[in-house]
């Protein structure tokens, strides 16, 4: 069945460098990618989202990138700072199908 | 305007004990989702709904059932507790199932079965 696999697991950065997770998706027909922050005790919320007619897109410090071809995508966070600490899912989907979710990244960020 | 909201936020059930949990959304979404949150695993589907009226299973549906019977709402019961459903529920709702719509989610509720 479909599968997002992501990774790393647990990534740990000092504050002002970039981090990067990376996600591999299996459905070939998948044409929406969303990224999801979760904060300790909190809600999923989406940062950013990106789709398969586009290769990238940026909002401030955060950019996601897709390559259809591998089937992955990637999200870039630069000058990190102590709050984008959190839980990362990346997810994929195809129109009218059931959104499918990595296992997630927690993202510590040393100040 | 609330978005998704869910009650209870805590509850401790003994074993063999039967609940529900209730999700309510304001948006007139079409589409709306339970997922289980267990370290280490990620979100997990445990069922859906395209609209009113409908359900369908997910990823880990067994020992749970789901009820749609308003558009603004979607139950989530739990027949007889068993303590590997411990875990953090989240209800999601999206306009449509799948491409270009994100899914938004309530605050989850945190469930312990002794």
């Known amino acids: 069945g479909e599968n997002v696999e992501q990774h790393p697991s647990t990534l740990s950065v000092q504050e002002g460098d970039s981090a990067v997770i990376k996600c591999t998706y299996s459905d070939s027909a998948s044409n929406y990618f969303p990224w999801y922050k979760q904060e300790l005790g909190k809600r999923p919320q989406l940062i950013i989202d990106?789709?398969?007619?586009?290769g990238e897109k940026k909002d401030q410090r955060i950019a996601v990138t897709l390559n259809k071809t591998a089937k992955h995508f990637s999200l870039h966070i630069t000058e990190t700072q102590p709050e984008d600490s959190a839980v990362y899912f990346c997810?994929?989907?195809?129109?009218?199908?059931?959104?499918?979710f990595g296992a997630g990244t927690r993202l510590f960020v040393k100040a | 305007n609330a978005g998704v909201t869910q009650t209870p936020k805590f509850r401790v059930l003994k074993t063999g004990q039967s609940m529900t949990l209730l999700c309510a959304q304001d948006m007139n979404h079409e589409y709306m989702y339970w997922y289980r949150q267990d370290p280490g695993m990620g979100l997990r589907l445990i069922h859906y709904s395209v609209g009113e009226g409908t359900t369908a299973k997910g990823e880990v549906p067994d020992g749970y059932n789901v009820s749609r019977l308003k558009k603004q709402n979607f139950l989530l019961g739990l027949e007889s507790a068993a303590p590997s459903q411990t875990s953090v529920y989240f209800c999601?709702?999206?306009?449509?199932?799948?491409?270009?719509?994100?899914?938004?989610f309530g605050d989850g509720t945190r469930l312990s079965i002794l």
């Open positions: 999601a709702s999206s306009t449509t199932g799948g491409s270009n719509q994100p899914q938004h």
């Open positions: 997810a994929a989907s195809k129109e009218g199908f059931k959104t499918i």
């Open positions: 990106i789709r398969s007619n586009v």
